[in-house]
C-alpha cells in the first residue's frame, strides 16, 4: 500500500473508546497525552473517549462535548466475544453509540489523520466510505497484543475466560491477514515491535516512546534508616494484570519482606475501582488500599514511599508506572517482566525476581538512605521521555515519510 502523504495543515481525529475521565489508567492517559500534543503539529485534534467529544488545539483543551454512550460490561463483552468468536476489547468498547459518533465527527469534517487506539478500535469505522476515512491512518498499539491475549489464556482461571482470550488472539491475526497493511502501527517498546515482527514481518510500523508528566519539584532525600519503609503499587485495580501482580507480590515476596521487616514495613495499594478480589487481597495481607483519591493526594502519595511495586508475573502494563516512579524520585522494585525498561533501572531501582535481592536492596537503601543526587538521577532517567517528544516522533516520521517497514 503506497504512504498517504501527511498534510499538517488537517486536523487529525483520535478514537479511544476505553478512555474515561479523568484519565487514570496507563491506556487512557497516554492517548489523553498523545492528543493534547499532537493538537501543537496540526490543526487541532478532536479526540472521542466513551462518553465525551474532547478538542485540542495548540496543546491545551479547548472544549468537551458529551454524547450518550456506555461502554459494555466485563461479563456481556466476554460473553459477546464467546458467542461471535470475536475480540474482547472490540465487544466491550466499540459500541453502536460511539461508532455512530465517530461517522457523525468524520463526515462532517476533513480530517488528514485518523490515530485508533487499540486494532479493535479500526472496525468503529467500517461502516463510513473509505474515501470518508483520513487517508493517514494510524493504530496506537499500547502493548505486544498477542503475547498480551497468549498470557491471559494461559493465566486466567476460568476455562470460558480462556477461550476469550484465544477468540481475542484468533481474530488479532484475521485482521493482521486482512487489513494490517492499511495502517501504521504504533509501537511504544522495541519489544513489543519485536513481538509483532516475529509473527507478521515487514508490517508497517513507529517505535513511539511513551511519555510521563514531571512533577514541578524533586522529593527530598531520604535519610538513613528512616522509617517505616512504605513500599506503593498504583494501578488500576479493577483490571485482572493488576490483580494478578498484586496476588504474585503477596504469594512471593511479601512473606520475605514482612518476616525480615515486621512492623516497619507498610504496603500502600491505590488506584481507581478495586475489585472485590483486590479487597480481599490488602485485607488478608494488611496492606493499605486507597481507593479512587483526588490527584492531588494520589502524588502526595507516591511522594511518600521509599520505593513503588511493579512486580508483574506476566506481560505487563509496567511503562507508565516505572516512569511516573521515576518522575518523582522513587526507585522501584520490579520483576524481571519490565526488563524492556531496564535502561532506566537506576540505583536504588532493582529488577529481581528473587525476594532475597528484593531484601537486600531494601536494607540498603535503609544504611544509606536516598540522597538528593540519586533522587535527579531518577528524574532525569524519567525526562527523556516526555509526551511531546512522543507527539514529535509520530509528526517526525509522517512528515518524512519514514514509515518504517521491516523486512
Not at 23 to 38: Q, V, Y
Not at 178 to 195: C, K, M, P, Q
Not at 222 to 245: H, Q, T, W, Y
Not at 274 to 302: F, K, R, Y
Amino acid at each position: 500500500m503506497a504512504t498517504p502523504t501527511f498534510d499538517p495543515t488537517a486536523p487529525c481525529i483520535v478514537l479511544a473508546p476505553h478512555l474515561q475521565y479523568p484519565a487514570r489508567n496507563g491506556s487512557d492517559i497516554s492517548l489523553d497525552r498523545i492528543a493534547k500534543c499532537l493538537s501543537r503539529h496540526v490543526a487541532h485534534v478532536d479526540l472521542i473517549a466513551e462518553d465525551v467529544v474532547v478538542s485540542f488545539r495548540n496543546g491545551e483543551e479547548h472544549g468537551r462535548l458529551p454524547f450518550a454512550n456506555e461502554m459494555r460490561s466485563k461479563s456481556s463483552a466476554g460473553l459477546r466475544a464467546l458467542l461471535r468468536r470475536s475480540h474482547f476489547y472490540l465487544e466491550k468498547f466499540v459500541t453502536p453509540a460511539f461508532s455512530r459518533r465517530a461517522a457523525e465527527l468524520i463526515g462532517s469534517n476533513t480530517y488528514g489523520t485518523i490515530l485508533y487506539s487499540y486494532m479493535t478500535t479500526t472496525r468503529a469505522t467500517t461502516q463510513i466510505r473509505s474515501e470518508q476515512i483520513p487517508a493517514t491512518r494510524l493504530v496506537w498499539t499500547h502493548n505486544d497484543e498477542f503475547k498480551w491475549f497468549r498470557d491471559l489464556a494461559v493465566s486466567t482461571p476460568g476455562p470460558l475466560g480462556r477461550h476469550v482470550a484465544r477468540n481475542s488472539e484468533a481474530w488479532l491475526h484475521d485482521f493482521f491477514r486482512s487489513h494490517a497493511d492499511e495502517y501504521l502501527l504504533l509501537h511504544v517498546t522495541e519489544e513489543d515491535r519485536a513481538g509483532y515482527d516475529s509473527l507478521y514481518p515487514g508490517h508497517r510500523c513507529a517505535q513511539i516512546p511513551i511519555g510521563v508528566d514531571l512533577p514541578p519539584d524533586l522529593n527530598p532525600p531520604v535519610e538513613p534508616e528512616r522509617r517505616p519503609v512504605k513500599m506503593i503499587f498504583v494501578g488500576s485495580l479493577g483490571v485482572r494484570m493488576n490483580r494478578d501482580a498484586l496476588a504474585h507480590f503477596g504469594e512471593r515476596f511479601h512473606p520475605l519482606l514482612l518476616k525480615t521487616f515486621g512492623p516497619d514495613l507498610e504496603v500502600h495499594v491505590a488506584g481507581s475501582s478495586p475489585s472485590t478480589e483486590v479487597m480481599a487481597l490488602c485485607n488478608s495481607h494488611g496492606w493499605q488500599l486507597h481507593s479512587n483519591l483526588p490527584d492531588a493526594e494520589l502524588e502526595e502519595l507516591i511522594e511518600s514511599a521509599t520505593f513503588s511495586l511493579l512486580p508483574f508475573s506476566y506481560a505487563t502494563g509496567a511503562k507508565l508506572k516505572l516512569l511516573k516512579s521515576m518522575a518523582h524520585g522513587v526507585p522501584f522494585l520490579a520483576t524481571r517482566m519490565v526488563a524492556a525498561q531496564a535502561d532506566a533501572c537506576v540505583y536504588p531501582s532493582l529488577m529481581s525476581d528473587e525476594p532475597e535481592e528484593w531484601v537486600q536492596r531494601i536494607q540498603s537503601v535503609l544504611r544509606e538512605g536516598i540522597s538528593s543526587d540519586q533522587r535527579a538521577s531518577l528524574r532525569d532517567r524519567a525526562q527523556q521521555h516526555s509526551w511531546e517528544a512522543s507527539a514529535q516522533t509520530i509528526i517526525d516520521a509522517l512528515a518524512d515519510a519514514t514509515l518504517e517497514t521491516h523486512s
